[in-house]
């Protein structure tokens, strides 16, 4: 392969029409921020085939857990709160199975939004259920969503000195978008803080040990031709991570 483009896998969900007809997919933000960062991006569609599952983890350098539904509680031994909003059983099977085989392989794994949260879950975390119920002066952490503008720079968070995040967007304040309302609580073993808001919410995790493990709880996708030119660096970095990994 080698200094050829790596795959990263896009693990997608299922989209309902007026005429409720499902389709396989994803953002298409994602995708685009996968090629612009170097990559190529390839759909592992949700399926309760182990063997097509197995087959598409194979061919891929890395991984990225993207935005979308809440995820089920009861994977991280909580009842439902009130303000659980609608769940994926076969997605939330599909993507905790392939986060801790990625992480058991050091296989480098990149969540965004629900994306963050699946990965803490998946080795051993717990979630927020609800941000305005369970976090006493929290912010508004779905303002990108009411203004209707998945760009808009809504909060700074403030990025852990020394880390790798740190190394590709720079420690301390950040402008990021929002469009949460559910974020990590309790960390997952092997796993640190890499950024929280201003109220305390995590809002970016890594991996402790080998193998690169990051999720962000912002949209950096929607951020390429922002204000804020910095999160374009967390893609590109990413990508020459997977295929630095792949070189070895």
Same mark, same amino acid.
């Not at 303000?83 to 609608?86: H, P």
């Not at 296989?107 to 629900?114: N, S, T």
């Not at 808009?152 to 020394?162: E, F, G, K, N």
């Not at 967007?169 to 990021?176: D, H, I, R, T």
């Given at each position: 392969?080698g200094?050829?483009?790596?795959i990263i =896998?896009?693990?997608g969900?299922?989209?309902?029409f007026p /005429? $409720? ?5 994803c953002r298409? %933000?994602?995708?685009a921020a996968v090629?612009r960062?170097?990559g190529v991006p390839t759909l592992?569609?949700?399926? /309760?085939?182990?063997? #097509?599952l197995d087959? +598409?983890?194979r061919?891929i350098?890395?991984?990225l857990f #993207?935005?979308?539904?809440?995820i089920?509680?009861?994977?991280? &031994?909580?009842?439902?709160?009130p $303000? !659980? &909003?609608?769940i994926e059983p !076969?997605?939330?099977?599909?993507e905790?199975?392939?986060a801790r085989?990625a992480a058991?392989?050091a296989?480098?794994? +990149?969540?965004?939004?629900?994306g963050?949260? +699946?990965i803490?879950?998946a080795?051993g =975390?717990?979630?927020i $259920?609800d941000?305005p119920? /369970?976090?006493p002066g @929290? %912010? ?9 503008a998945?760009e ?11 880390t790798?995040?740190a190394?590709q #967007?720079?420690? =301390? %304040? ?5 469009l ?9 073993p =092997?796993l640190?803080?890499?950024a929280r @808001? ?7 995790i ?8 990051? &999720?962000v *709880?912002c949209?950096?996708?929607? !951020?390429w031709?922002a204000t ?5 660096? +967390?893609?590109? @970095?990413? #990508?020459?991570?997977v295929?630095?990994?792949?070189g *070895?």
């Open positions: 392969m200094d050829s483009r790596p =896998g896009v693990v969900s299922h989209f309902s /005429d $409720q007809s499902l389709v396989a997919g298409p %933000a994602y995708l090629e960062g170097g592992i569609h949700l399926t /309760d085939d182990a063997e #097509v087959v +598409l983890y061919r350098d890395g991984i #993207v935005g979308g539904d809440d089920d509680p009861a994977h991280y &031994g909580a009842a439902p709160h $303000q !659980l &909003g609608q !076969l997605r939330d099977t599909v905790l199975a392939l085989r058991a392989d296989l480098p794994m +990149l969540g965004i939004c629900r963050v949260q +699946l803490n879950v080795l =975390g717990t979630l $259920q941000i119920s /369970d976090v @929290a %912010a508004d952490h779905r303002e990108s969503v009411w203004r209707g998945r808009h720079l809504a909060h700074t968070i403030d990025v852990v000195p020394d790798w995040l190394r #967007v720079g420690a =301390g %304040a950040l402008p990021a978008n929002t949460h309302h559910q974020a990590v609580d309790a960390l997952a =092997g640190r803080c890499a @808001a201003p109220d305390g919410v995590i809002e970016a890594e991996g402790a040990g080998p193998g690169l493990i990051v &999720g *709880q949209h950096p996708e929607h !951020l031709n804020e030119p910095r999160w374009t660096a +967390l893609f590109t @970095a990413f #990508v020459a991570e295929r630095a990994r792949r *070895q």
